[in-house]
């Protein structure tokens, strides 16, 4: 089982961006993905999850409207973006899996950094 | 929304000591809370599902305890390899929701 995620990126402020997730070694289709932020030196942030079988998404309040969770389940793969970035977007974002068991997550992204500067 | 506070925000401990962490929910949420383990640099890793239940592959120096609206981190015996920050995380009903953390330091 695997969940691999897009690179690093730089971004002006005012930019559009979609990072990606990529799932292998298992059913793709049958557990969520989520999307986690975590600012600089600070803690993890539940920001939305998506069932790729049928594309329900749910986001947090926090991030609701601020960003759009998507998947291409033909490919595997999930997506994150955004389509006019700030500066306080900067951060590392991961993707992780469920486990099967409620919305806990075994398996995780190894993160992408996006960087938000002028 | 249902909160969830961390209890300490750091610690330090010495090899082989007991370390206890604690998150209190601001509601009932029964069993449904994880612990993950975010190493330095690194992605977190589940630890505990269902409060008390180990994930595979994780050292039994790690348990959970606890239901309702308080619940426990214990590691037995602190290793070198136990630094870390600690994240317990509500599982059952959306907004999902993250504790604050504890970052746990080797003396």
């Known amino acids: 089982v695997q969940v691999l995620q897009s690179g690093a990126e730089v971004k002006e402020p005012g930019e559009s961006l979609k990072i990606s997730c990529k799932g292998s070694?298992?059913?793709?289709?049958?557990?969520?993905i989520a999307w986690v932020r975590q600012m600089p030196g600070k803690g993890l942030e539940w920001m939305g999850i998506?069932?790729?079988?049928?594309?329900?998404?749910r986001y947090s309040p926090s991030f609701q409207g601020q960003v759009t969770v998507s998947v291409d389940k033909s490919i595997n793969t999930a997506y994150l973006q955004w389509s006019s970035l700030k500066a306080s977007d900067t951060a590392i974002y991961f993707c992780?899996?469920?486990?099967?068991?409620?919305?806990?997550?075994?398996?995780w992204g190894q993160g992408t950094l996006v960087t938000v500067s002028s | 929304d249902i909160q969830l506070t961390q209890s300490p925000s750091f610690l330090s401990a010495s090899v082989g000591d007991v370390v206890t962490i604690t998150c209190r929910a601001s509601?009932?949420?029964?069993?449904?809370l994880a612990w993950y383990q975010q190493k330095p640099g690194k992605a977190p890793q589940l630890l505990i599902h269902?409060?008390?239940s180990l994930q595979s592959g994780v050292p039994s120096r790690f348990s959970g305890s606890g239901s309702g609206t308080e619940f426990t981190l214990t590691i037995s015996s602190l290793q070198p390899e136990d630094l870390a920050t600690y994240y317990c995380?509500?599982?059952?009903?959306?907004?999902?929701?993250f504790g604050g953390g504890t970052r746990v330091e080797i003396k």
């Open positions: 992780a899996k469920t486990s099967g068991y409620y919305y806990s997550f075994d398996s």
């Open positions: 070694g298992y059913t793709f289709t049958n557990y969520w």
């Open positions: 998506i069932y790729p079988g049928t594309s329900e998404t």
């Open positions: 509601q009932d949420i029964n069993s449904y």
């Open positions: 269902a409060a008390s």
């Open positions: 995380q509500r599982l059952n009903s959306f907004p999902l929701t």
